[in-house]
């Protein structure tokens, strides 16, 4: 079983994508298993979901920010 550690240096890094299917079944597993790491990898999802937002924002500079009264 991989460690604490090496499971949040996949998740963070993109490794995990490109890893091969015993360390992906292993992360996952690690995953089941560890409170701490099923909890990090759900914050590090929202995480990676508001900053897409965020970019998405961004790239859209004609439209108004909400609460601009202009």
């Known amino acids: 079983m991989i460690s604490c550690q090496r499971f949040v240096f996949l998740q963070t890094s993109g490794e995990l994508g490109e890893a091969g299917w015993l360390t992906r079944l292993q992360a996952g597993h690690h995953r ?39």
């Open 32 to 70: 089941l298993i560890c409170p701490h790491c099923r909890a990090f990898a759900a914050n590090d999802q929202r995480l990676d979901d508001i900053v897409r937002a965020q970019r998405e924002r961004w790239m859209r500079p004609d439209q108004d920010p909400p609460g601009d009264a202009g």
